[in-house]
């Protein structure tokens, strides 16, 4: 068996030394480098998939954020004249394995409170889950809108989501009292 094997091997290999190499003047396949420089825009961000189970009060929540490039919006250039792809976030908020809120975000849902750079040459950066502000009655999140490259610059916001009927509130923060920021009563009785 073992004498089989060896001699098919070798027969193998005899016959690849043996195969005629195509000529010189016929077509080859070749192969572009695919790590050329683009031409389209950068990408702001990569993309993030989260999610975060909270006991809060007497419920569990479940919430899930998905941070998507989306090239249906608009192009934003920066100071410095790159073009940027700009972000969708999906938020997904179940309690007790029921949904009770659900909704995409771009940056055009905080427009009216950002500041006039970060509306025009900002990209919507992302969302976070804010465990430590979060009660029973309210779950809040972080967002911001700022330029690609430049942590912790930008417009920063609050949302907060009223767990009993998944009204949102949002409200823009200034960098220094993020962390700090109490629930608006608004959200917390529905109004």
């Known amino acids: 068996m073992k004498h089989i094997f060896i001699l098919l091997a070798t027969a ?4 690849a030394a043996c195969h005629e190499k195509a000529p010189k003047n016929e077509e080859q396949p ?35 954020l998905r941070r998507y490039e989306d090239s249906s919006l608009p192009i934003v250039r920066d100071e410095m004249g790159t073009d940027f792809y700009d972000n969708r976030v999906e938020i997904t908020i179940r309690k007790d394995g029921q949904e009770i809120f659900s909704r ?31 009660t029973a009655s309210t779950i809040r999140l ?9 942590e912790g610059e930008g417009s920063i916001f609050s949302l907060y989501i009223n767990t009993s009927n998944g009204a ?3 409200e823009r923060r200034p960098a220094s009292d ?14």
């Not at 050329?36 to 909270?54: F, I, K, L, V, W």
């Open 178 to 191: 993020f962390q700090e920021a109490p629930a608006p009563s608004d959200v917390e009785s529905g109004d």
């Open 168 to 170: 949102l509130s949002i």
């Open 104 to 134: 995409t975000f771009s940056k055009e849902d905080f427009a009216e409170k950002a500041s006039e750079t970060d509306r025009r040459m900002g990209v919507f950066l992302g969302m976070s889950i804010d465990q430590e502000h979060s």
């Open 12 to 15: 193998a290999i005899g016959l």
């Open 142 to 150: 972080g967002a911001q809108v700022g330029q690609p490259g430049l």
């Open 30 to 64: 070749t192969f572009q480098n695919v790590t050329t420089t683009p031409n389209g825009p950068e990408h702001s961000a990569s993309p993030m998939q989260y999610a975060d189970t909270m006991q809060l009060g007497d419920h569990r929540y479940i919430v899930s």
